[in-house]
């Protein structure tokens, strides 16, 4: 069975009982958290959100049922799968139990290799059923022609323009990243991150790119070639939106001149860019003072220019990228991830670094949120 | 998962979770929300029990804002960890958001 759909919260005020299972389903490779109370299970859903609740019926103060009552009630608990674990065999007891909406009632003289296999065969049986959703909604998706990232990478003469993007436990989520080119002069280069995760951010995000794509393209036709212009103009437009203007996104919008390899930049709170300055060999952070899209009227967004020379870098990132699964829980570290970068830019190969090694299958298994990166490249 | 404390001028809510994250984000704004709408509508929300906060509960948490904005309110912030604080400036949170060390500089 993968690393999800491992943790099972077990509840039994019988300490022997607990010991007993949780040691048969650990040796299965499960990660058991026990309750000897409802108080105590609850304590542990507040704090962490297993794939399976166990639970008996026959306890002090709270019992089962009304535990069951409490889980369906929490709109955070409700769903996770409920198999009641029991010593009561009365049939109309029984009824009363899988009538509360649980998945099975298992008895407690069950012999304890059979109630390991159930267990496994509810998880593996949600497994299969939670793979299947995807791949429908992926399917639907392709079919709609539905893309938060773009299918082909832009080619501009003097640059190496590439980008990279890594979904989050198969799920597509809230980035999103897309190039623009306006008359073969200028190259527009968006990237963004929903406020969300997974599916809910997934789907606004083609919302928002809606909006930028029209405001960089009407922006441009009127003349408008200022990021901060544009960035306001599309800030305007979210804040009232009756859906997005409650989801809010990050956004990092830069502009390439071809020519002069000055690149406009302007961002709606998102991270600082990396630049890495070929004559000095070394990275410096750039920053944008604008807020996210769809706080307030004035995003207060300004425009920062950077003079990309020959052999420098660009490098800009959605949040992903700076969270990770650390031993003490998870972290946001901005500085780490410049000290990463600083190591692999300015080299001849520094986008297949970043490419096999910030974003190897071994190091992806660290991100906690899905993650993008576009790279610019003057040559 | 969140615990209230009267305050003179505001109500001080404390997030009561280690991970503020999406699992959380909605409840979260829907218990302000509730706040708000029985006439708190000064919040200070307190970070001293959160070690992780991810972008959807700041999401969450912005909206809650806006939400207090439009009834003359406000959200303000205390207690981050060094992370979050360091996260609340490179987003520019920081300017959305009052943000306070701790709760006795509200009065400094």
Same mark, same amino acid.
Do not use: A, D, V
């Given at each position: 069975m993968s690393d999800k759909f491992k943790k099972i919260l077990l509840l039994d005020d019988e300490g022997f009982i607990l010991q007993v299972i949780s040691k048969a389903l650990g040796r299965e490779g499960f990660e058991c958290m026990v309750a000897s109370s409802v108080v105590q299970a609850i304590d542990i859903l507040q704090q962490e959100t297993p794939d399976i609740i166990l639970s008996d019926y026959q306890m002090p103060i709270i019992n089962g049922f009304d535990f069951r009552k409490i889980v369906l009630r929490d709109k955070r608990w409700r769903t996770i799968p409920f198999v009641f674990f029991t010593s009561v065999n009365d049939p109309e007891h029984i009824q009363t139990g899988l009538d509360m909406q649980v998945v099975d009632y298992i008895h407690k003289d069950t012999p304890i290799p059979m109630v390991v296999s159930k267990i496994n065969n509810i998880i593996g049986t949600i497994k299969r059923q939670h793979e299947k959703s995807i791949q429908e909604i992926r399917t639907a998706a392709e079919a709609l022609n539905l893309r938060s990232v773009p299918a082909q990478i832009p080619v501009i003469e003097g640059y190496n323009l590439r980008f990279l993007y890594q979904s989050f436990e198969d799920c597509p989520g809230g980035d999103f990243i897309d190039f623009i080119q306006i008359d073969g002069k200028y190259t527009f280069a968006v990237l963004g991150d929903v406020m969300g995760k997974k599916w809910g951010a997934w789907f606004f995000s083609f919302n928002f790119l809606s909006y930028i794509r029209s405001a960089i393209r009407l922006c441009v036709f009127d003349g408008d070639f200022s990021t901060a212009s544009i960035l306001q103009k599309i800030n305007r437009v979210i804040v009232p939106d009756p859906v997005l203007g409650d989801v809010l996104s990050t956004l990092s919008l830069l502009m390439i001149e071809h020519e002069t390899g000055k690149v406009h930049y302007s961002g709606a709170g998102d991270l600082p860019l990396v630049w890495y300055k070929a004559v000095q060999n070394e990275c410096f952070s750039v920053e944008s003072s604008g807020l996210l899209l769809g706080v307030l009227p004035d995003g207060q967004y300004d425009e920062k220019i950077i003079n990309l020379q020959t052999g420098d870098q660009l490098i800009v990132v959605s949040d992903g990228l700076i969270d990770s699964e650390t031993p003490d829980g998870k972290k946001s570290d901005y500085d780490l991830f410049f000290k990463k970068m600083n190591t692999v830019l300015? #080299? #001849?190969?520094s986008f297949d670094l970043i490419k096999n090694v910030t974003f190897s299958t071994e190091n992806s298994k660290e991100f906690v949120d899905d993650c993008s990166l576009i790279f610019i490249e003057r040559k | 998962m969140i615990e209230t404390l009267s305050r003179s001028g505001y109500l001080l809510v404390k997030i009561k979770i280690k991970e503020a994250n999406l699992d959380v984000s909605d409840q979260f704004k829907t218990e302000l929300i509730n706040l708000i709408d029985q006439g708190e509508t000064n919040l200070m929300v307190s970070f001293s029990d959160v070690a992780y906060v991810d972008s959807s509960f700041l999401g969450a948490l912005v909206s809650v804002l806006k939400y207090a904005m439009a009834k003359q309110g406000s959200v303000s912030v205390v207690d981050l960890n060094k992370d979050i604080k360091n996260l609340f400036t490179l987003i520019r949170m920081n300017k959305v958001f009052k943000v306070y060390n701790t709760e006795q500089d509200v009065f400094a």
């Open positions: 300015g #080299k #001849k190969e | -």
